[in-house]
Every structure is written in C-alpha cells, then in structure tokens.
C-alpha cells in the first residue's frame, strides 16, 4: 500500500480521507497547511500527496511546485482535492505537476479509484 500526505486547511476534510485511506490500508500522514508539509517532507517520504488548493499562506498548486522540487518529494504523484473544477485551475494544476484532480465534495469509492490507479 502506499504512504500518502494529506494536506488541508480544514480538519474534517483530513480526518475523511485518513478515514477511507487507512480503511484501504494505506498509511496517511495529515499536514493543514502547505509550509507543515514541507517541514514533514523533508524527515519523510511518500507515494503519493493529495493537496487542497485554497489553503491560507500557500496554495496546493505551489506547494505541488515545491513538493517536486524537494528530494523526498520529486516522486510524488499528486492530487489535487478542491472545490475548484474550471478547465483553467485544472491546467494550472497540471502545469505543476499534478496527475490528478478531485472534486469536492467527493464520493469516498471516486477517492479509493484514483488512489488505487497511482500506487
């Protein structure tokens, strides 16, 4: 199974995905913001990062940016989770990195497919 970084802003949306992805043995570490992350990558490793784009301080698609510029992180298949679905952020998502990109409010078994296609 895969290690996987979940960073939001809000914490119900984290305990959610922790929920369905260690439900489907995954192991999830949790950051709420973009600079907690980084701190986390760089003491640790992931398969895989599902990022909230509208957070405060930093946006998921810079800390995309970042992420794949760090050692532990330039492996990373991201995800971006959002409530944003314009043609425009997806493409802007894409441009840094981004392999994939989830609605919100998302169905739990949409999460566990997308999951399931990167490992």
Do not use: C, Y
Request: hydrophobic share 45%; no cysteine; charged share 25%.
């Amino acid at each position: 199974m895969a290690r996987i970084l979940t960073v939001d802003d809000a914490p119900a949306v984290l305990k959610i995905l922790n929920l369905v992805l260690t439900t489907e043995g995954h192991e999830v570490t949790s950051a709420t913001n973009g600079m907690e992350a980084l701190q986390k990558l760089e003491t640790s490793s992931f398969d895989i990062g599902i990022f909230d784009v509208n957070m405060p301080g930093m946006t998921g698609i810079e800390l995309t940016e970042k992420t794949l510029k760090s050692e532990n992180g330039k492996s990373m298949k991201i995800v971006m989770l959002t409530t944003e679905s314009s043609d425009e952020m997806k493409n802007k998502g894409k441009a840094a990195g981004a392999v994939g990109w989830l609605v919100k409010p998302f169905a739990n078994e949409s999460l566990i497919k997308l999951i399931s296609q990167l490992v």
